[in-house]
């Protein structure tokens, strides 16, 4: 196990420092403080949709999660989809949590407890943000993808921070998932907490992922389908850990993603219109030879 994180670690931080070009340069517009914990602030990065001050509206919620094996990471590593998500229309928001190496905390256990706390801050403060908490969306990469996918899972009470109000849901109405790291202690591990009445899912992998096998991912949808939920995954030929990342402006797999994710929450009812992804200039889209459906 510790073997597999340091390697999860070691990739990202080389990815990071590989993607240098910036998809979306955009920073967050605001931030929100949504808990106090040890004596530290934990901020909500927000990027907000161009109409969020003229218009008397509640807007779709969309709430990003990191990756980085729970030891390491940044928040920033997804403001190129809250950029995106934030001209769909959406409040976008990355979230800052607690992390093994900087906070000195258990992990993923704390991380989790800071997922909900996030949630439940978006939704106890929703006429403020002017949030619409029945179509708040979660997303995750690697380490992150475990987090939101247990936000939709796990409901055990050891998992909620003692500060939170029980009475407000931590449940997303939807989740996407990109190569989520599911490979940590199995009380915290999503796929063993599948049960019908979930929110959709829409799951992402590279065949040529080390951290994580096809036929993880195959199991973990096929077992949400047979419980009764709606699921889609989608298995990008030559794709690594972290492929769908848009710190590279040049990474196909990012707008393949993003215009799948677009689709799905249309079908879902959280979106509604045409996709605004546009591939840029010398960026060759994906075809569909180039990745499977299940």
Request: net charge neutral; glycine share 8%.
């Amino acid at each position: 196990m510790k073997k597999i994180c340091l390697f999860m670690w070691f990739t990202c931080c080389m990815y990071t420092a590989v993607l240098a070009k910036q998809s979306d340069s955009r920073l967050p517009d605001t931030t929100w403080v949504y808990k106090q914990v040890d004596g530290k602030e934990l901020q909500m990065f927000v990027f907000l949709p161009d109409d969020y001050y003229r218009l008397k509206k509640e807007f779709p919620v969309m709430v990003f999660f990191h990756g980085g094996s729970w030891v390491e990471g940044e928040a920033s590593w997804q403001f190129p989809d809250c950029a995106y998500w934030s001209r769909r229309g959406m409040i976008a928001i990355s979230v800052d949590y607690r992390l093994k190496e900087r906070d000195h905390v258990e992990v993923p256990l704390e991380c989790l407890k800071d997922a909900k706390s996030a949630i439940r801050f978006v939704r106890k403060n929703a006429v403020m943000l002017k949030a619409d908490t029945q179509k708040i969306v979660v997303g995750g990469d690697s380490a992150g993808g475990q987090l939101a996918a247990a936000l939709a899972t796990i409901m055990a009470k050891e998992t909620n921070d003692s500060s939170d109000d029980l009475s407000i849901s931590c449940r997303p109405d939807a989740v996407i998932l990109t190569n989520p790291y599911f490979k940590c202690v199995s009380y915290l591990s999503p796929p063993g907490y599948i049960v019908g009445g979930l929110p959709p899912f829409i799951t992402f992998l590279g065949d040529d992922d080390v951290a994580i096998t096809v036929d993880e991912m195959k199991a973990f949808s096929s077992a949400l389908k047979k419980a009764g939920n709606y699921a889609e995954l989608y298995i990008g030929k030559g794709g690594k850990h972290g492929f769908c990342n848009g710190r590279d402006s040049s990474n196909p797999y990012f707008y393949w993603s993003a215009e799948l994710e677009d689709n799905f929450l249309v079908k879902q009812g959280i979106l509604t219109g045409p996709s605004l992804v546009k591939i840029p200039a010398g960026v060759v889209a994906l075809t569909r030879s180039q990745y499977d459906v299940y």
